[in-house]
Structure formats: C-alpha cells, structure tokens
C-alpha cells in the first residue's frame, strides 16, 4: 500500500542558516529533546516504506521563518512538499500568501488558533481582518491546516466554513476530539462537520492512541466520521518527531486502528487525500 505522511517535523542542525524563532520565545520539548533533520526524516521514512511526507513547519522552533522546510522540500521534491506559518492578521497576508506558494514555494500552511505558540489568545482566526487571507487561500486553492480544539471554538469554525465555502480546511489531529470520555459521542460531533464540503480531517497519533486505548468501542467513533466525511476527506499523519513513538510504530498503530475499514478507504486515508490536497505529491508519487 502506498503511503504518505501528511504530518511530520523537521529541525536543522545548521543554527546559522536556521535559527531558533519561536512564536512567543518558548521551543517545544520534542523540538530540544528529540530533532529529526530532514535527511534523518528521509532514513526515517524508508525504514517505514513511507514514500511521501508533508513537512510542517515547527513553528515552535521557527516561527514564521519556513526556509528550513522550504529548503528541503526543494531539494527532495520527490519526497517532500512544505506547509508553512503564515500571520493572516498582516495587512499584507494576501500578498504576502500568494508570493510564498509560487513555484518552489510553500504547497500549504498551518494556523495555531491556541496553545503556548498563540501570542494572542480567542479564535482569532475567523477575525475580519483575516478576511482578504481567506479569500487569498481560496483563490489559490490551497489547504489550510488548522491546529484548534473542538468545543467552544467550533461555532467560529462553522462560521469559517460557511463564510468562506471554498477554502479547502485541514483540521489538524481532528480537533482533538474527546474520545476517552465517550467514543460515540465524540465521532457524533465531529461527523455533525461533515456537510462542510471543504473540512478535512488530519488522523494523526494524538487521536489513534485514544481510539486504541478505546478497544472495540473505537469503531463507535470512526464510523459514524468516515460515514460523514468519507475517507477522501481523512488524511493520516505521523506528528513525528512530536509524537514520541518510532516511525514504524506509528505507521503500525495507523493500521492496527484502521484495519477494519475497507482497502479503498484505507488506500484514502495513507495516500489518496493528501495527494488531492497537495498536487506536487501526486506529480511524484505513485
């Protein structure tokens, strides 16, 4: 089966051609304790039989500098593309997002609506002065990832979706949905999602550790979103180096989980989805 991880790190080793910036002074404790450079990702990735990752910038590291990520994905265009950090509440974010996806340029980008990496904390996001951004990405085409949490700020991001329909969304690790407390309420929130036809949802380690931890009621959350969503519209990924596991036994715990949904949907959900959302994959993959 071919796969693709729509969700990993990378961190320089060189300090001088990539310095530490990161949004609100704090590095991460992956991003100090357990760094993968982008030829450790590669090594990584073919130990795996990982064809293709999506390399997200460690904003926690860089902050809105993606050079590392841009860099890399220049030099192994058949393994990488690059999702940014952008600031979309810059008077310039319109342009400044059309200059950074030219050719060679970014492929996405990732917004932070909470969490230590947030300067300025509420859901800004859907703020109007975000607006001509929105518009921006919709024009271009280009997924959003948006890293948030599902409960109070998910009426801002229905407005989102139903303000600008167009935009493609990736829900970074589904939002974080509650599943320890109740699987079948949790799939039933996140599934109420579905009829915005530009959500995507990221399945990444943070919600595969709780549906495992779920046992046989994890079903009780995947199907009622794969019904909802369909598998087109789900993309796995890693969260490495974040994520504390080795790649194999990430990729390993995808498939555990996921090994009761048909080849098709499985197929979607390791490769098929992210290369619709990221077309330079597709020109190189499989």
């Known amino acids: 089966m071919d796969f693709v991880d729509a969700h990993c790190h990378i961190i320089s080793e060189d300090l001088t051609a990539y ?104 859901e800004w996001f859907i703020a109007p002065e975000t607006f001509p951004f929105w518009e921006e990405a919709a024009k271009l085409d280009l997924p959003v990832c948006l890293q948030m949490r599902l409960g109070p700020a998910t009426k801002q991001l229905v407005e989102l979706l139903e303000r600008f329909p167009g935009v493609k969304v990736l829900l970074d690790h589904i939002g974080y949905p509650d599943i320890a407390s109740s699987p079948a309420r949790a799939g039933a929130e996140v599934a109420e ?30 199907a009622p979103v794969v019904e909802a969503f369909g598998a087109g519209r789900i993309a796995w990924g890693s969260n490495l180096p974040a994520a504390e596991q080795s790649l194999p036994e990430l990729r390993a715990l995808a498939e555990e989980i996921l090994a009761g949904l048909p080849e098709h949907d499985r197929r979607e959900i390791f490769a098929g989805t992210a290369r619709r959302l990221y077309p330079l994959l597709g020109a190189h993959g499989s």
């Open 193 to 222: 999602l579905g009829v915005h036809q530009g959500l995507h949802l990221k399945l990444t380690h943070r919600n595969l550790e709780r549906l495992q931890d779920a046992g046989e009621r994890a079903g009780d959350f995947l």
């Open 19 to 122: 310095p530490k910036a990161p949004i609100g002074g704090k590095q991460s404790e992956w991003a100090a304790s357990r760094p993968v450079t982008a030829e450790g990702m590669v090594a990584r990735m073919d130990e795996s039989g990982i064809g293709q990752a999506v390399l997200v910038q460690a904003t926690t590291n860089y902050g809105y500098d993606n050079a590392y990520v841009l860099d890399s994905s220049r030099r192994r265009p058949e393994r990488f593309v690059a999702v940014g950090t952008v600031d979309p509440l810059r008077p310039d974010a319109a342009a400044g997002l059309r200059a950074a996806v030219g050719e060679g340029g970014l492929s996405g980008v990732r917004l932070f609506t909470s969490g230590s990496t947030v300067p300025t904390q509420g």
